[in-house]
């Protein structure tokens, strides 16, 4: 496990962990088209063409490090320090999707969708890290949620009008463990601000 300590020279640095897999595995995005609201049918469709009004809440965020916090380790969701966002939108939270797209129960009709991936960071999420949905219309579901064994593997897609999936509670982590077999025993390798790890393109 590798941290990389960002804002070393300041009263209040802080540890980040790269994530290998790239932004195209660690995202998080909030659909931004709807469905029009007249007539009151095409809530409920989940194809055509989409209404005049975009959903405010919309957005995409691309992560190349995740902030840790190390005491309690867990996922720093909301920091954005070495994520980009698509400039016409919010910042969407590590972990969190969703839409207002549609008010139709079906998968097809999700949006939003996020991706988490913490291949080859020496970390895993714990197994009590789940995800819940939340939104309008009541008992909205996630959609091809998916959770590798070795916790290292999150997806969802996410909506409804409107809908979101996130953790419930914190994005709790654990140290993955070497066997003998397969080598040494991870150890921590704290960088400071000025000897960034490289990234991988």
Known sequence: MKVYCHGMNTSSPKEFVTLPAGVQNNYAYIYAKRQPHRPYSARY?????????????AGLTKFRKVRVDLP?????????????SDPF?????????????????????????FKVDLTHTGLRLKNSTEWQAIGFPPGIEMHEYKKSKDGTLVSAKCGGWCGKCR???????????????????????????????????
């Open 45 to 57: 469709k989940c194809s055509g063409k989409p209404g005049v009004i975009n959903y405010s809440e």
């Open 72 to 84: 309690r380790m867990a996922i720093v969701r909301n920091d954005f320090t070495f994520a980009k």
């Open 89 to 113: 939108g919010r910042r969407i939270a590590y972990g969190s999707a969703g839409d207002c797209f549609s008010m139709h129960y079906g998968g097809a009709c999700r949006r939003g969708h």
């Open 167 to 201: 953790p419930v509670g914190e994005m709790l982590l654990e140290q993955t463990v070497c066997t003998q077999d397969e080598g040494e025993h991870l150890s921590h390798s704290f960088l400071p601000s000025d000897q960034p790890i490289r990234e991988r393109k």
